[in-house]
């Protein structure tokens, strides 16, 4: 909290924190989190405060989700304090109302969109402005599925497209307010289809909302992963490095980057031991990012414009004994 001297603490979580994580891997992370029982005791105590949200465009991985939400919650409600803890795991396509990719070309959903967010071009259909059909997107990309089983298979627009849908709905579709005071971090793996596309402008809302600290984490791909991964990472880190150069906007108060590399971790192997690993520290990347951000360690130099970006690790040693 800024003005209180808290250096003298060992555990440095900011007392209020809302915690976002975006797409596959991100929910992921998000969840791994949960299992850390030394942090959900600290926030179910005194005025702390915790929210975690999962966002997802998956269909096929709408029911997991849900058991895994309620699994959560039902760890929680053991706790003391529980009502200082919030989980929830919201699937994106539901909340914009929509079953399909093209229900997102409609001439009624691109007027809409235009009037909430002030776009002057809707880019999956806009008679006024040159704006392609479904049907002009299925002659540009043959590969283009209609509904959301498997997410939004790393098409960047209609990513984007869904999260502007949900904004544009309004808060009676459930989507979280962002309204009370606290630090937002986004976790994403920067290579996907889904977090990676839209952590930039659900970071824009989240600062309309309130004007405090947004901390990025974010998943570089392996080498082994497919083309699709490593062109949206290497967009994504173009549009971060604009953000950071551009100086009119600094929606991110510190960018932490971690990477699969080490894992050699290939599309859909998420039970390879190495991955497993790579969760499990997780949260060892965030707590140790805090508590150097809030202690007396100087974090300024990686807010310069030679060194945007912060590079973490983590590892557990286990000694026997």
Not at 114 to 127: G, H, I, P, Q, Y
Not at 213 to 218: C, E, Q, R, V
Not at 234 to 245: F, G, K, M, Q, R
């Amino acid at each position: 909290m800024k003005g209180v001297d808290d250096s003298s603490q060992s555990f440095k979580y900011p007392p209020s924190l809302t915690i976002v994580g975006l797409g596959g891997c991100g929910k992921k992370l998000a969840r791994e989190i949960c299992n850390c029982d030394w942090l959900l005791r600290y926030y179910s105590s005194n005025v702390n405060r915790l929210k975690i949200y999962t966002m997802d465009t998956d269909a096929n991985e709408y029911v997991e989700d849900q058991r895994w939400e309620k699994k959560i919650m039902e760890k929680v409600d053991n706790l003391e304090g529980a009502g200082n803890i919030e989980f929830k795991s919201y699937y994106l396509p539901s909340l914009a109302n929509i079953t399909h990719v093209s229900d997102l070309t409609s001439a009624e959903v691109s007027a809409s969109i235009k009037r909430f967010r002030s776009v002057k071009t809707w880019w999956l259909n806009d008679a006024e402005n040159s704006g392609v059909t479904f049907q002009d997107l299925k002659r540009i990309d043959h590969f283009i599925m209609d509904d959301f089983g498997g997410g939004v298979h790393r098409r960047r627009a209609i990513s984007k497209a869904i999260l502007y849908k949900v904004l544009s709905e309004g808060q009676a579709n459930g989507f979280p307010t962002f309204s009370n005071p606290g630090v937002t971090a986004i976790i994403l793996g920067i290579g996907g289809g889904t977090g990676s596309v839209m952590f930039i402008d659900l970071a824009r809302y989240i600062k309309e909302k309130r004007d405090e600290a947004i901390y990025l984490f974010a998943v570089l791909p392996t080498t082994k992963e497919g083309e699709k991964e490593q062109l949206n990472a290497a967009i994504s880190l173009t549009e971060l490095e604009y953000l950071n150069v551009s100086h009119d906007e600094r929606l991110f108060d510190h960018v932490i980057f971690t990477s699969l590399g080490t894992t050699e971790y290939t599309n859909g192997q998420y039970e390879l031991e190495a991955v497993s690993e790579f969760d499990s520290v997780f949260p060892q990347i965030i707590t140790n990012f805090f508590h150097i951000e809030r202690s007396d360690l100087n974090l300024s130099d990686a807010r310069k414009s030679y060194s945007s970006f912060i590079f973490a690790d983590s590892h557990v040693i286990e000694y026997p004994v």
